[in-house]
């Protein structure tokens, strides 16, 4: 009798243990198949060029200097293009659920700060929901809260889809982060990377309406800080590396990176304790 009811317990606990993935085994919410990577490969590669399209620019002998509006017109478009196969991916109700839920608390968030003074709520719970649910669905959240915040605060302009991608890099980068980190080592990193990607968020930024904001001139006829197109790279390069510190760097990026690392290591492991669980009962649902 007590053979065969171990045998039961044994056959019980053997069918039930599959039922609930680890976190390291756990399936991203959003998969990223061989073609999606591909695309987003693609994708961000065009979309660095379009950020970067300063540094891409040469002077003609006519001396008249218009921006790439065409090429940059491309972006939004580069966007749909990798969100549609982000979609076609697999996306079960659960999952758009969460999805809807945390792009419209990110919108909410940066409404409140809006970046005054250099307080940016929106990126914090954008890198933990990326760490949770991978790098697919960190990608998609990223254009969604912008996107979202954009028609709350009506901040819809040319600047928008630049915002949406670098957004969707950082959620994209911080599901990308090694997996095997825990408690505070985790946070620790999250931090780090936090405030890297507040940095690099508003130089990139910069870099793409630096010409708009100074003007293009070209070479005789160069400010202290205007971009001078057909310049030597490293010219350039230094005349932007003190516009971005004087306007940006310095204050408002800096800001941002404080704002978020302090959100990240207040509320960062509850939040990642309360995400999981959602993600436990997302895989759950889609692999029953």
Do not use: K
């Not at 056959?11 to 198949?33: K, L, N």
């Not at 970046?115 to 790098?135: H, K, N, S, Y």
């Not at 901040?155 to 990308?176: D, E, K």
């Amino acid at each position: 009798m007590s053979l065969d009811t171990s045998r039961r317990r044994g056959s019980a606990s053997a069918v039930q243990s599959p039922e609930r993935p680890t976190a390291r085994s756990r399936p991203p919410a959003v998969p990223v198949r061989l073609r999606s990577a591909l695309v987003l490969t693609a994708a961000s590669a065009a979309g660095l060029m379009m950020l970067c399209w300063p540094l891409l620019l040469r002077a003609p002998e006519s001396g008249r200097v218009d921006p790439p509006f065409l090429f940059l017109a491309l972006l939004p478009l580069v966007i749909v293009v990798v969100l549609v196969e982000f979609s076609e991916g697999g996306m079960d109700a659960r999952v758009l659920a969460i999805l809807g839920v945390l792009s419209a608390v990110n919108a909410v968030l940066r409404g409140l700060g809006a970046g005054t003074a250099g307080i940016e709520l929106v990126f914090f719970l954008l890198i933990l929901a990326g760490r949770v649910f991978g790098p697919g669905f960190g990608f998609v959240l990223g254009c969604t809260s912008l996107f979202a915040s954009a028609l709350m605060t009506a901040g819809v302009g040319p600047w928008l889809p630049f915002q949406m991608l670098l957004s969707a890099w950082i959620g994209m980068g911080a599901g990308l982060l090694p997996r095997r980190l825990t408690g505070r080592a985790e946070i620790a990193v999250l931090v780090v990377y936090g405030i890297v990607a507040a940095y690099a968020f508003g130089i990139l930024m910069n870099l793409s309406s630096w010409p708009f904001t100074l003007g293009i001139v070209v070479p005789g006829h160069e400010g202290t800080l205007s971009y001078v197109a057909g310049a030597p790279l490293a010219e350039n390069l230094e005349r932007f590396a003190v516009y971005t510190l004087l306007t940006s760097t310095a204050s408002w990026d800096t800001g941002r990176a404080i704002t978020t690392s302090i959100a990240l290591v207040v509320l960062g492991p509850a939040i990642l304790t309360t995400l999981r669980r959602a993600s436990r009962r997302s895989v759950v649902t889609r692999t029953g």
